[in-house]
């Protein structure tokens, strides 16, 4: 045990001082390609794609052998994805010089690149996510340092020594393309925060994403997805069970969009379970579920290493569970979501927990259950051919990815819809992120704007001379001050307390006050009914106290003047002789 302690502190230090290293070369490099052309960038970009392009399937075979993760077939294509689809993507934009004329508005747009990209890359898709962030850094004109998973370093180092030299031989810097090689959390909390870099893109997990936004650095980060597919009960349930299973086992689950609940209507239950089945399902029973949940699930509610991107049948030997040797995915039964359903944990392997509602509403409340228990802000899909509830769920889902009629790990990083082809997916603010944007080129320029002057600024004279010359204002008319006679304002007032159902002569009447003023102090135990601020000023010039009846009104101006003076008494009640002094 004492020997451990130094290797691991030299591990370490190394990996510290390599991050170091690494962000002040790149710091260079990211100078000189800041002032290379459109025309050079696009060069580099174009070799350092095509060199991914032929080695795709040997980065495939690489990822596999070293993580024990996923399908070799599934993730040449996820590579095939990065170099092609997310190269063609971005290759017509322009992100050197000046990108956008707004003639109207007299508003030149520049792109100025960030800098030093420090890109974190995860163990279930290291090579492809590789792919995509080199390409969409050179394409920005910033140099990049890969700070791979511990678990896939050597498949990461390939890709980027292939990139790194194609880059090169097009005409990148030295230092556009780095990598660390000794790996540890240190180091790559080292880079994160290093003076040199600029911006961070970091895919994992929630910690380390945590940890990118408190580097002290702008950071892209995206985090588990946990998201729930729902087939109502207008779909076509052959394709919306076929799409669900074709995302869920497609590189065996690892990708973050895969699809991780089926929440299905009731009407077409039976349909859809018997569909599943006929595809490859297998719907486990209470026991069974306990067994994978052991296994599979750890005590924090994550899921275990060991069975990530593995097929549904490895998952099913290793729990001690017997199903069909062509099972493709396992199907949890579940009431609820949370710590008591372990199942409904984001799984990353081909274990879907399955819901039956009784309608959409009831669906859309338990997709928002699942979603904020792991996928806020991530990715959901619906099946169905109902146009409005299809909006209804655009509208009410926590998700900024709602993927309609599609899977959900083709369609949220935009290999089977129109979205922005991409491997980091920003969660908005419901899940943390600063965007909610698939992440491209565009995320890692700054814009600087020239901008004419379209409306001339006046000059303080002008101003005021302008002021001047405005018409004066219409006159408007003088409100009548007709003073009110004071029989007329008696009667007035009259009015107003009959109204209330005081009536001339009665307690708080005027009668009752004026006999007030002039009468014995027994007529200080009169009741009244309505007080006014001139009644109590009345009484203070008497010398007298005003009884109030149980029911009395007392305006805001004289209740403030009476408790000030305290004036106020209750009337007697119960046989009581005299009232009580007191504060109302």
Same mark, same amino acid.
């Given at each position: 045990?004492?020997?451990?302690?130094?290797?691991?502190?030299?591990?370490?230090?190394? &990996?510290?001082?390599?991050?170091?290293?690494?962000?002040?070369?790149?710091?260079?490099?990211?100078?000189?390609?800041?002032?290379?052309?459109?025309?050079?960038?696009?060069?580099?970009?174009?070799?350092?794609?095509?060199?991914?392009?032929?080695?795709?399937?040997?980065?495939?075979?690489?990822?596999?052998?070293?993580?024990?993760?996923?399908?070799?077939?599934?993730?040449?294509?996820?590579?095939?994805?990065?170099?092609?689809?997310?190269?063609?993507?971005?290759?017509?934009?322009?992100?050197?010089?000046?990108?956008?004329?707004?003639?109207?508005?007299? +508003?030149?747009?520049?792109?100025?690149?960030?800098?030093?990209?420090?890109?974190?890359?995860? &163990?279930?898709?290291?090579?492809?996510?590789?792919?995509?962030?080199?390409?969409?850094?050179?394409?920005?004109?910033?140099?990049?340092?890969?700070?791979?998973?511990?678990?896939?370093? $050597?498949?990461?180092?390939?890709?980027?020594?292939?990139?790194?030299?194609?880059?090169?031989?097009?005409?990148?810097?030295?230092?556009?393309?780095?990598?660390?090689?000794?790996?540890?959390?240190?180091?790559?909390?080292?880079? *994160?925060?290093?003076?040199?870099?600029?911006?961070?893109?970091?895919?994992?997990?929630?910690?380390? /994403?945590?940890?990118?936004?408190?580097?002290?650095?702008?950071?892209?980060?995206?985090?588990?997805?946990?998201?729930?597919?729902?087939?109502?009960?207008?779909?076509?349930?052959? #394709?919306?069970? $076929?799409?669900?299973?074709?995302? #869920?086992?497609?590189?065996?689950?690892?990708?973050?969009?895969?699809?991780?609940? +089926?929440?299905?209507?009731?009407?077409?239950?039976?349909?859809?379970? $018997?569909?599943? %089945?006929? %595809?490859?399902?297998?719907? *486990?029973?209470?026991?069974?579920?306990?067994?994978?949940?052991?296994?599979?699930?750890?005590?924090?509610? @994550? =899921?275990?290493?060991?069975?990530?991107?593995?097929?549904?049948?490895?998952?099913?030997?290793?729990?001690?569970?017997?199903?069909?040797?062509?099972?493709?995915?396992?199907?949890?039964?579940?009431?609820?979501?949370?710590?008591?359903? =372990?199942?409904?944990?984001?799984?990353?392997?081909?274990?879907?927990?399955?819901?039956?509602? #009784?309608?959409?509403?009831?669906?859309?409340?338990?997709?928002?259950?699942?979603?904020?228990?792991?996928?806020?802000?991530?990715? *959901?899909?619906?099946?169905?051919?109902?146009?409005?509830?299809?909006?209804?769920?655009?509208?009410?889902?926590?998700?900024?990815?709602?993927? /309609?009629?599609?899977?959900?790990?083709?369609? &949220?990083?935009?290999?089977?819809?129109?979205?922005?082809?991409?491997?980091?997916?920003?969660?908005?603010?419901?899940?943390?992120?600063?965007?909610?944007?698939?992440? &491209?080129?565009?995320?890692?320029?700054?814009?600087?704007?020239?901008?004419?002057?379209?409306?001339?600024?006046?000059?303080?004279?002008?101003?005021?001379?302008?002021?001047?010359?405005?018409?004066?204002?219409? !006159? %408007?008319?003088?409100?009548?001050?007709?003073?009110?006679?004071?029989?007329? @304002?008696?009667?007035?007032?009259?009015?107003?307390?009959?109204?209330?159902?005081?009536? =001339?002569?009665?307690?708080?009447?005027?009668?009752?006050?004026?006999?007030?003023?002039?009468?014995?102090?027994?007529?200080?135990?009169?009741?009244?009914?309505?007080?006014?601020?001139?009644?109590?000023?009345?009484?203070?010039?008497?010398?007298?106290?005003?009884?109030?009846?149980?029911?009395?009104?007392?305006?805001? !101006?004289?209740?403030?003047?009476?408790?000030?003076?305290?004036?106020?008494?209750?009337?007697?009640?119960?046989?009581?002789? #005299?009232?009580?002094?007191? /504060?109302?």
């Amino acid at each position: 045990m004492a020997d451990s302690a130094p290797a691991h502190t030299d591990r370490d230090l190394a &990996s510290i001082a390599e991050a170091r290293a690494l962000a002040r070369r790149a710091k260079q490099a990211s100078l000189a390609l800041a002032e290379l052309t459109q025309e050079q960038i696009d060069a580099i970009v174009d070799a350092t794609a095509a060199a991914a392009t032929t080695q795709a399937e040997v980065f495939a075979r690489l990822a596999v052998e070293e993580t024990g993760y996923g399908v070799v077939a599934d993730k040449i294509q996820k590579n095939l994805f990065s170099s092609e689809k997310v190269y063609a993507f971005i290759r017509p934009m322009k992100t050197v010089g000046v990108i956008t004329r707004h003639e109207d508005r007299r +508003v030149i747009e520049i792109a100025e690149p960030f800098g030093v990209v420090a890109a974190v890359v995860p &163990s279930t898709n290291p090579t492809s996510t590789a792919i995509y962030k080199i390409l969409i850094s050179l394409k920005a004109r910033c140099a990049v340092v890969l700070s791979p998973h511990p678990a896939a370093v $050597r498949c990461i180092t390939r890709v980027a020594e292939v990139m790194d030299e194609a880059a090169r031989r097009a005409g990148a810097p030295e230092g556009a393309v780095t990598w660390m090689t000794t790996v540890t959390l240190e180091g790559t909390q080292e880079l *994160m925060k290093h003076r040199d870099v600029a911006v961070i893109l970091a895919t994992g997990g929630m910690g380390l /994403v945590r940890a990118a936004y408190s580097a002290g650095k702008p950071a892209y980060g995206v985090g588990p997805g946990n998201a729930p597919a729902f087939i109502e009960r207008t779909a076509d349930v052959t #394709k919306a069970v $076929r799409d669900v299973v074709t995302g #869920k086992t497609f590189d065996n689950g690892v990708l973050c969009s895969s699809e991780n609940s +089926v929440v299905v209507d009731e009407p077409i239950a039976d349909a859809v379970r $018997r569909t599943f %089945q006929a %595809q490859g399902g297998y719907f *486990m029973s209470k026991a069974e579920m306990d067994a994978v949940a052991r296994v599979l699930v750890s005590p924090q509610r @994550l =899921p275990n290493p060991a069975l990530v991107g593995k097929a549904a049948t490895v998952i099913a030997e290793t729990c001690g569970i017997t199903v069909p040797a062509g099972t493709r995915v396992l199907l949890a039964p579940l009431d609820g979501v949370g710590r008591d359903f =372990p199942l409904s944990i984001e799984k990353l392997c081909p274990v879907l927990s399955y819901y039956v509602v #009784k309608d959409w509403r009831e669906g859309c409340e338990r997709c928002k259950q699942i979603l904020r228990y792991g996928g806020m802000g991530h990715t *959901m899909s619906i099946h169905s051919n109902d146009e409005a509830v299809i909006l209804e769920f655009g509208l009410k889902k926590p998700a900024f990815r709602i993927i /309609v009629n599609s899977p959900t790990a083709h369609g &949220s990083i935009g290999l089977t819809t129109g979205l922005d082809p991409a491997m980091t997916l920003g969660c908005g603010g419901y899940g943390g992120n600063i965007t909610s944007d698939n992440i &491209s080129p565009r995320h890692l320029l700054n814009i600087k704007r020239l901008a004419y002057e379209i409306s001339p600024a006046a000059t303080r004279s002008e101003r005021e001379a302008a002021v001047a010359a405005r018409p004066a204002p219409r !006159a %408007q008319p003088a409100a009548a001050t007709t003073a009110i006679a004071p029989g007329a @304002l008696a009667e007035r007032i009259d009015q107003f307390l009959g109204a209330r159902g005081f009536t =001339p002569g009665s307690a708080g009447g005027p009668a009752a006050l004026a006999h007030a003023d002039s009468a014995t102090d027994t007529a200080a135990e009169v009741a009244l009914d309505f007080v006014c601020e001139e009644d109590v000023r009345q009484a203070l010039r008497a010398g007298r106290a005003i009884v109030l009846s149980e029911r009395a009104i007392v305006t805001p !101006a004289a209740r403030e003047l009476g408790e000030q003076h305290r004036v106020f008494t209750t009337s007697p009640f119960r046989g009581s002789k #005299k009232g009580s002094r007191s /504060v109302v």
